[in-house]
């Protein structure tokens, strides 16, 4: 191996938006870039890094259903969740850094920073990062800004201080292959149907800092996002159309409703535009797909292995919403019912992917809530609204090319499944 190469990962970046950044233009020509379905973060990710698709590499959404433990899990960090061979595995250690990507723990990479609370035995949480970059870059950059890495303040201070870290781990460690990546574009694009241009001046910026510190130390940048965000006007409860149907289950109790997996003969995992829909007896399967696939906004209802994702982790159908429509979680009948994380900002216990964490119903109730932990009081901040109508972005389809993932480079391949031997060639030169 003898060149650097940064692969600088914008999310929701188009090639029709890239027209508005004019630092990464200066890169080359934006391309379409085929992405694998679902198009969300984890599985594009994964398909970048190994070069498989998902019925292989085993990452099939954000999320899914563990089986052997009966648990929904999204947002999970180990490495060894993925089922083939990464590029930086092949590289060897001391070549990688990977900063902010997905399933950074464990990976056999010399540097890396990711998202990493503390947790206190009376359940409360302070917020942190993993730092294993030998820059000590909180030191450095000031404290990681957690709140603007998702919920209703997410925005720009995420992006930039995840930009001008990985900078300062290019200067001064100078790896090989060094993975950044840039959530901006992901928050207000799920907000509003409308793309404000001045959001991708924005990440161009931050963009702009990476880039220099790689052309100060001789390094190639290469620019893909992992999908396209679209408009959408309209939520598919699937779960409560599953309910209804009386194969859902769930359990009441003094938190609200629980969803009962284990004993539900049939419930989807949503995850933006797609749905793993896991049925538990397969003399169901034929009802449960004529059922779906007579919901409004349901544009159809498909084996995972026609679309490759013909992996255990799957649902034994999967569900793709019309392209203005995306998948909701909720399984409750009545909101007065809803379990009492569904108003929390709460990835890992909810049973889908939730856009509505982006919102607030109200900045006294949070700033109320603020006060109770401040004075040391019990308090759950319980600031998110129970409306999916608010969602107006979504991804995990494959729009127009125009509108779906990019990738800016020297000869870029067309499919994402292609990113990891362009890197490897990169890297030769």
Known sequence: MSGKVVLLNVVGLTPQLSAHAPRIRQLGTPQPLRSPLPAVTCTSQATMLTGVMPEKHGIVGNGWYFRDTGEIRFWQQSNALIQAETVYQELGPGRTAKMFWWFNQGAPVAWSATPKPH????????????????????ARLGEFPFHAFWGPMAGLPSSQWIARAAAEVIRQQQPELTLVYLPHLDYDYQRFPDHDPARVAEVDACAGEVI?????????????????????????????????????????????????????????VTDHQLAHVYVRRPELIPDVRRRLEAVDGIADVVDPGDISLGHERS????????????????????????????????????????????FMTSKARAAARLFQKKVGMRYRMDVIPLDPSLVRGSHGLRPEPQHGPVIVGEDAPEDMCQVKEYLHRLLSR
């Open 119 to 138: 947790y206190g035995s009376d359940g409360s949480k302070q917020f942190g990062i993993l730092d294993q970059t030998g820059c000590d870059l909180v």
């Open 212 to 268: 220099d510190a790689a052309q100060a130390v001789g390094a190639r940048v290469v620019v893909v996002s992992e999908y396209g965000l679209v408009p959408v006007s309209r939520a598919v409860l699937i779960n409560r159309v599953l309910r209804e149907a009386g194969w859902l289950v769930v359990r009441d109790g003094p938190f609200g409703e629980m969803l009962m997996p284990m004993d539900s003969d049939a419930f989807a």
């Open 315 to 358: 649902g034994e159908l999967v569900a793709l919403a019309e392209p203005d429509a995306w998948f909701a979680y909720y399984y409750w009948l009545s909101d007065a019912r809803a379990p009492d994380f569904a108003r929390c900002v709460d990835i890992h216990r909810k049973p889908g992917y939730d856009p509505c964490e982006l």
